[in-house]
DNA sequence: AAAATAAAAGATTTTTTTGTCTTTTATTTT
DNA sequence: AAAATAAAAGACAAAAAAATCTTTTATTTT
């Protein structure tokens, strides 16, 4: 569905966003530890989302990256996945066809309109800040129980 | 959504079955040239495919891939998928999680289980022979038009 | 100003996926 | 039986994705 990188930018994005709702800034090795990414590679992530003004970050001590209030209440998970996959999930064939619609379709374009509609519009519904408060509450989860300190 | 491997197994199979219908046993050469793929990664494929009793292959002169009616009837995408790529597609989670689950859930484990549902139901019920007529009957195709002779 | 901290940038490396090439095996036709 | 045909098998290569390492830049604290 996603790719690694899309997956890490989501993880990262609402770990920060939840860390940011208790005021807390929050460095790399923090943010991969949390949801158990390499941190490097998280780094390289990170950088896109901040270019993308979907993070901020701060350089020196006490540094680290951040999300404001208003900003995770805007950034809905579609932006995210833009940021970092484009917008093939959006609106790629499902077979790969260059040119599918409804006057060339392939044989799957109808049942697919459908998923990947509900898909678009999930993502484009999903606030990162409701994400963060589900983390907040402990009502979900980044890692799974065997990957838990 | 799906890996090459898959969309040129599904595409490949629809072709196979489209000409079954007709009695017509069809080469790699004809498969790639009609579904746009790579032929000897294709060919590859098909020998998943046939190991896995989706198609039957017969080799020597006259020889090539064939579905047989009952087969392409009996056929759901599903068994496609899971072929070349696995059940990943039917129970991953859709941030990575290793367990995932009601128990321990991702923040996205609901709005995905939904989406993860449509997409098993619509592969558990799609056979290859629907997408096989809709081909034959001129309503589908396996190539984008530019990419027709 | 110097030292320390933390992200940014850039160059590489590793792994996985995608794709190719050559040889072998099975089958059919002559 | 020999020649021709077509898939199977196996080894290899290229491209893309995932991950790492090193150096630089910005900022803060001492």
Same mark, same amino acid.
């Given at each position: 569905m996603f790719s690694k990188t899309c997956e890490y930018a989501i993880k990262a994005s609402i770990y920060i966003a939840s860390q940011s709702l208790e005021n807390k800034r929050v460095g790399i090795k923090e943010i991969a530890h949390e949801i158990s990414s390499p941190e490097a590679f998280t780094a390289k992530i990170l950088q896109v989302l901040s270019k993308n003004h979907l993070v901020d970050s701060i350089k020196g001590p006490n540094g680290g990256f951040e999300i404001q209030p208003e900003k995770m209440r805007s950034t809905k998970l579609s932006a995210i996945v833009k940021a970092v996959d484009g917008d093939n999930i959006f609106i790629n064939c499902g077979l790969g +066809?260059? =040119?599918?619609?409804?006057? =060339? @379709?392939? @044989?799957l374009h109808n049942q697919f309109a459908k998923i990947r509609n509900d898909i678009t519009k999930l993502l484009e519904s999903t606030s990162l800040e409701e994400l963060a408060t589900g983390l907040t509450s402990g +009502? %979900?989860? +980044? %890692?799974?129980v065997q990957n838990q300190a």
């Open positions: +066809l260059k =040119n599918c619609s409804a006057k =060339n @379709p392939c @044989p +009502l %979900t989860f +980044l %890692t799974s």
